[in-house]
Antibody, heavy 112, light 110 residues
Framework: EVQLVESGGGLVQPGGSLRLSCVASGFIFSTYEMNWVRQAPGKGLEWVSYISSSNVIYYADSVKGRFTISRDNATLYLQMNSLRAEDTALYYCARRLRLDYWGQGTLVTVSS | QSVLTQPPSASGTPGQRVTISCSGSGSNIGSNTVNWYQQLPGTAPKLLIY???QRPSGVPDRFSGSKSGTSASLAISGLQSDDEADYYC???????????FGTGTKVTVL
């Protein structure tokens, strides 16, 4: 069974940093592309970043230069720096560009 | 800001057919395939349709997708109370080099 479990969210002040993790199981992680998608409270879905199995990377303009996606054996990461209030959201990791499996999300709150 | 436009709401009575539109442009829907997601209240989104009209295993055939030019649509036939959810279309955008979601449509079963 495919499982994705995010962690690392929390309350952080504007300008601060957080590192999110997504532990994958139930499939050969190294062969799949992965994504981060976020959803601000009461709002729609926003794609954040993509990483291929060969580390081709794309970012949304809203996070470019501040967020860094990476991966290792069975974990996907999102390093978030220079956080802003508008980054407050539930952050999901999702498999493949079609986003066929999603985790339950980890909440990031940016507030002073 | 969403690049793909959907109606904010749609509704129907049990058993009816509901259709949700998704309007894009040549750099996204016009050049790439469309996926649809269902998000039940308080849960993570779920892939409903991929490659314009393909259903993942486990998705009932009451859900169908289509695409024409720079627009796509999702149809739900035999509407059920369990179908009350938010629905999002999405596609890759070649100009943005990113994945873009629709504005989302809330489906209500009357």
């Amino acid at each position: 069974e495919v499982q994705l479990v995010e962690s690392g969210g929390g309350l952080v002040q504007p300008g601060g940093s957080l590192r999110l993790s997504c532990v994958a199981s139930g499939f050969i992680f190294s062969t799949y592309e992965m994504n981060w998608v976020r959803q601000a409270p009461g709002k729609g879905l926003e794609w954040v970043s993509y990483i291929s199995s060969s580390n081709v990377i794309y970012y949304a303009d809203s996070v470019k230069g501040r967020f860094t996606i990476s991966r290792d054996n069975a974990t996907l990461y999102l390093q978030m720096n220079s956080l802003r209030a508008e980054d407050t959201a539930l952050y999901y990791c999702a498999r493949r560009l079609r986003l066929d499996y999603w985790g339950q999300g980890t909440l990031v709150t940016v507030s002073s | 800001q969403s690049v793909l436009t959907q109606p904010p709401s749609a509704s129907g009575t049990p058993g009816q057919r509901v259709t949700i539109s998704c309007s894009g442009s040549g750099s996204n829907i016009g050049s790439n395939t469309v996926n649809w997601y269902q998000q039940l209240p308080g849960t993570a989104p779920k892939l409903l349709i991929y490659f314009n009209n393909q259903r993942p295993s486990g998705v009932p055939d009451r859900f169908s997708g289509s695409k024409s030019g720079t627009s796509a649509s999702l149809a739900i036939s035999g509407l059920q109370s369990d179908d009350e959810a938010d629905y999002y279309c999405a596609s890759w955008d070649d100009s943005l080099n990113g994945y873009v979601f629709g504005t989302g449509t809330k489906v209500t079963v009357l």
